[in-house]
């Protein structure tokens, strides 16, 4: 707690009365900090964790494109930004950790809830202002770019390579069923990865990470957190997200005031669907292995684990 305390002075200038931790995603930490004004929300990505260097990587590219859309679009007040820094960051980090600083937002995540039908309106509303920006936005997009690689493949595929000695034994009994329809699928999408590199498509800003975690009702406005996916890629990158859901013909008709000659391009929907199966199993395997965790953290991971291989 005294760490904290002590980023929060050292880097924002904030003296913090309090201190409660919060229940993070899964790729963070979180805690709402307050001084006698007001509270904040500071997420924590831990050196520790394996997931971390690709989450954090590409902070000062993203983040200066989110100032742009929340001065610059009608995303004002429906997209939290970090603070800055005294000395000007978007983040700050130490030998434990890397810190963005939000302010706390005061409200309710949709999580394990169905979205209203005012929600899916916003949502709605949300996603087809992002999408009406790409890379003629004066910041550059560059760094975000989708270049349709997916580096985990090779690892995955090496791992899976590997025999059941190789493993902790709860893993492979975990996982050793599920290894052919494992490899057929990186198959396909690595398949899908060469295809897409040729034809020039059509990008657009996209969040690449749309759950209803990252979902917060605040009064009458609905908020979408956690941009580190931020990408100038196919919609179908967000989209994947939205086909199977039962509002998406709802949706679909607010998409198309704005955006008329919209329709799915296939390719992209069965390279962003099979990508982000993997690599959430990926994550998932890359914990069990490489991450120290305790029991019961390991006991959470292959939970999730044994719950997405069913979809292979
Ligand atoms: N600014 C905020 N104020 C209050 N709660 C927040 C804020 N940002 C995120 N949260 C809560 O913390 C959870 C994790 O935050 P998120 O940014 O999604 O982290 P992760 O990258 O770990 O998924 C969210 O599901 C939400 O409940
Ligand atoms: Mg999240």
Redesign the pocket.
């Known amino acids: 707690m005294d760490q904290v305390k002590s980023i929060l002075k050292d880097y924002y200038n904030i003296d913090i009365t309090d201190v409660l931790s ?7 930490l ?1 805690y ?1 900090v307050s001084n006698k004004n007001k509270s904040y ?1 500071l ?1 924590v990505y831990e050196k520790s964790r394996s997931s971390t260097p690709k ?1 954090t990587a590409l902070i000062d590219q993203y983040v200066p494109i989110m100032v742009w859309l929340k001065n610059s679009s009608d995303l004002q007040g429906k997209i ?1 930004v970090p603070l800055i820094t005294s000395s000007g960051e978007y983040k700050c980090e130490d030998e434990y950790g890397v810190y963005l600083l ?6 309710e ?1 949709i ?1 394990d809830q169905d979205l209203t039908g005012n929600q899916v309106d916003q949502l709605s509303k949300i996603l087809t202002e992002l999408h009406s920006y790409g890379d003629d936005i004066p910041i550059r997009t560059d760094a975000i770019k989708e270049d349709f690689e997916v580096p985990f493949l090779q690892m995955l595929r090496q791992i899976l390579q590997k025999g059941r000695n190789d493993f902790p034994s709860d893993v492979w009994e975990l996982i050793h069923s599920y290894i052919p329809q494992l490899n057929k699928l990186i198959y396909t999408v690595e398949e899908y990865s060469q295809n897409l590199k040729n034809p020039i498509l059509k990008m657009a800003l996209c969040h690449t ?1 749309l759950h209803n ?2 979902l ?1 009702q605040s009064g009458n406005q609905l908020l979408l ?2 941009w ?1 996916g931020l990408k100038l890629a196919p919609v179908e990158a967000d989209l994947m997200f939205l086909v199977d859901k039962p509002y998406f013909d709802e949706f679909l008709s607010i998409y198309r005031k704005t955006h008329p000659n919209f329709s799915i391009n296939r390719d992209a929907m069965t390279f962003y669907q099979g990508k982000r199966r993997l690599e959430d199993i990926w994550e998932f395997i890359e914990q069990l292995l490489f991450d120290e965790q305790n029991d019961e953290e390991r006991l959470v991971t292959m939970n999730y684990l044994r719950e997405e291989l069913r979809f292979v």
């Open positions: 919060q229940q993070g995603g899964w790729a963070s979180a709402k929300f997420k989450l939290p939000y302010d706390f937002i005061e409200g995540t999580g990470d975690w990252n917060m957190i956690d580190e």
